[in-house]
């Protein structure tokens, strides 16, 4: 979650939710595990929830960074210079 906090820390307007969001899910990570420390709550299931929206949201813009950088053809300016 840090690498995707300071990947997407200034970023485009469209992406301004990603930094907040990965910022909030690390708090709640280590929230939880600081809790999980005083309390006997190491196998319920939100911790498990918690890690699957990590990895969803780490997945999500994984995919979405291949599909920007994925040109078939490539610009006009590249294939002019290309030439």
């Given at each position: 979650?840090?690498?995707?906090?300071?990947?997407?820390?200034?970023?485009?307007?469209?992406?301004?939710?990603?930094?907040?969001?990965?910022?909030?899910?690390?708090?709640?990570?280590?929230?939880?595990?600081?809790?999980?420390?005083?309390?006997?709550?190491?196998?319920?299931?939100?911790?498990?929830?918690?890690?699957?929206?990590?990895?969803?949201?780490?997945?999500?813009?994984?995919?979405?960074?291949?599909?920007a950088g994925?040109?078939?053809?490539?610009?006009?300016?590249?294939?002019?210079?290309?030439?």
């Amino acid at each position: 979650m840090e690498v995707l906090r300071r990947r997407y820390r200034r970023g485009p307007q469209d992406e301004a939710w990603i930094a907040p969001l990965a910022s909030a899910l690390s708090s709640a990570h280590l929230i939880y595990l600081v809790g999980g420390a005083f309390v006997g709550i190491a196998f319920q299931s939100f911790v498990w929830m918690l890690l699957g929206a990590q990895i969803g949201l780490d997945t999500y813009l994984a995919r979405r960074r291949q599909e920007a950088g994925w040109r078939p053809m490539g610009t006009a300016k590249e294939r002019l210079a290309a030439t």
